[in-house]
Nanobody, 115 residues
């Protein structure tokens, strides 16, 4: 069973930055990709970004291009999401997951973008 723990969320002003981290299982074995997904208040899960673990090749949703950057440290079994130029619409619980739909994910970390 995959166990993932996210951290790094918090309250930030519009235009600010946060760095999320995720550690746990799911970084080894046959799993080749890790993802960040999010859920805004009252909305469903939304895919944000993914990374191919062996190569570090990233993929990302259009709405975060140029603002968010995904990375990983395979030796530390840790996934990161650097979030810059945050806007109010980025307010959500952010989860790391082993699948793009977010069905196997951690408990999440809350990011609130507000002045």
């Amino acid at each position: 069973q995959v166990q993932l723990v996210e951290s790094g969320g918090g309250l930030v002003q519009p235009g600010g930055s946060l760095r999320l981290s995720c550690t746990g299982t799911g970084f080894t074995g046959s799993n080749q990709w890790m993802y960040w997904v999010r859920q805004a208040p009252g909305k469903g899960l939304e895919w944000v970004s993914g990374i191919h673990l062996p190569s570090g090749f990233p993929i990302e949703a259009n709405f975060v291009k140029g603002r968010f950057s995904i990375s990983r440290d395979n030796a530390k079994n840790t996934l990161y999401l650097q979030m810059n130029s945050l806007i109010s619409e980025d307010t959500a619980v952010y989860y790391c997951a082993t699948d793009q739909e977010g069905t196997a994910r951690g408990k999440g970390t809350l990011v609130t973008v507000s002045s």
